[in-house]
C-alpha cells in the first residue's frame, strides 16, 4: 500500500518504518496517525516481517510532537477524536506481535517522545532531545505520556519532565533510562540494524511471546503475570523451534529457526 506520510521498506526480515513529513519536523497529524495505524496492521499480518524499526525522516527530528498547527484549531469533539485515534494506535503499536526499535534521530518531544515510549527499545543519535513540553502549550501529554513516563524512568522523574515541559539531551536520557544507548547520528541507523538483525536472528514465536508477556504482564499484578508467563512458556514447547533451539545446543551447533 502507498502512504502519504509514511516510508515503508524491508532489509530482510526488519521492516523499517519513516515517519515522513520533514518540514514539519515529522510532527503527528490526524492524516500521519491513521496512516500509522493501517500500516501496524499491515505489518502484524506479515509473518515475513520480524522485527520494526520506527524512526523519522531527515536529520533534525524523530517527532517533534503532535501538528500543534492542526490542533490549535480543534472543538472539543476534535480533540476527542484525535486523543482516542492517537491512543488507540500507540496501543496497537505496542501490543504489535513484533519488537519495535525507536531509532530516535533528534527531536522526540510531546506525542514524539510518547510515540519512541510506546516501542520496545529506544536508540538514540548524540542529538536526540526529549521532553513532554505540552504544559507550555497549556495541554496535557495526551499520548500516553503520564503513564508510560512514570512506567519507564520513575514518577519523580516523570513528574519533574511532564510539571516543566523541560527538554532533556541524550546522555540526560541515558542516564534516566529513557534510551539503551546512544550512538553518533551518522551510525545510528547501522546500529539499530544490527540490533534488529540479532533479535530477528533468534525464535520468532519465542521473541512474540517474550515481548506479550513484557506488555501484557506489566499491567497484571506479580501472581497474575507470572500465571500468564508459565503459559507462555508452556507454549514454546509446542513449536517447532523449541526443538531445533534446544537439540541444536545438545549438538553444540548454531539452530535453524522457521518461526513454527
Ligand atoms: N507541530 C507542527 N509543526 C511543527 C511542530 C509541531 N509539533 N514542530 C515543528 N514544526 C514545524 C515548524 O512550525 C516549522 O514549520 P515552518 O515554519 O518551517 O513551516 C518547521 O517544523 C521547523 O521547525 P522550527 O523552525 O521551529 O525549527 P527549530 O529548529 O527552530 O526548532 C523545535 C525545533 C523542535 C525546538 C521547535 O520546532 C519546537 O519547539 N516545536 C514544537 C515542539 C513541541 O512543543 N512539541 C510538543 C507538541 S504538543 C492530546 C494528544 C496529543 C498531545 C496532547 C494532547 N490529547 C488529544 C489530549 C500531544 C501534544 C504534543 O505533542
Known amino acids: 500500500m502507498e502512504y502519504t506520510n509514511l516510508l515503508l521498506e524491508k532489509n530482510g526480515a526488519v521492516a523499517v518504518l519513516t515517519i515522513n513529513r520533514p518540514k514539519a519536523l515529522n ?8 496512516e500509522l495505524s493501517t500500516v501496524l496492521d499491515e505489518l502484524g499480518r506479515d509473518s515475513s516481517v ?13 517527532i517533534a510532537g503532535a501538528d500543534i498547527s492542526q490542533m490549535k484549531d480543534f472543538s472539543p469533539m476534535e480533540g476527542r477524536r484525535f486523543a482516542q485515534l492517537g491512543h488507540a494506535t500507540f496501543r496497537k503499536l505496542e501490543l504489535l506481535p513484533q519488537p519495535v526499535i525507536a531509532a530516535v534521530n533528534g527531536f522526540a518531544l510531546g506525542g514524539g517522545c510518547e510515540l519512541a515510549m510506546a516501542c520496545d527499545i529506544r536508540l538514540a543519535s548524540e542529538n536526540a532531545k526529549f521532553g513532554q513540553p505540552e504544559v507550555t502549550l497549556g495541554l496535557t501529554a495526551g499520548f ?4 508510560r513516563l512514570p512506567r519507564l524512568v520513575g514518577t519523580g522523574l516523570a513528574s ?44 520468532p514465536v519465542a521473541v512474540q511471546l517474550s515481548k506479550s508477556a513484557i506488555q501484557r ?9 507470572q500465571a500468564y508467563e508459565a ?8 513449536t517447532k523451534d523449541q526443538i531445533e533451539g534446544c537439540t541444536a545446543f545438545v549438538e553444540k551447533r548454531k539452530p535453524i529457526f522457521e518461526g513454527r
Open 217 to 225: 504482564g506489566s499491567n497484571m499484578d506479580l501472581d497474575s503475570a
Open 144 to 147: 500516553g505520556g503520564t503513564q
Open 160 to 203: 519533574e519532565l511532564l510539571f516543566t515541559g523541560d527538554v532533556i539531551d541524550v546522555q540526560e536520557a541515558y542516564r534516566i533510562g529513557l534510551v539503551n544507548h546512544v550512538y553518533p547520528l551518522a551510525t545510528l541507523m547501522e546500529e539499530t540494524l544490527k540490533l534488529a538483525k540479532r533479535m530477528a536472528g533468534r525464535a
Open 50 to 62: 520480524k522485527v520494526v524499526i520506527l524512526t523519522g525522516s531527515g536529520e533534525k527530528a524523530f
Open 27 to 34: 510532527a503527528l497529524n490526524s492524516d500521519t496517525l491513521s
Open 231 to 238: 503459559e507462555v512458556f508452556g507454549l514454546t514447547f509446542s
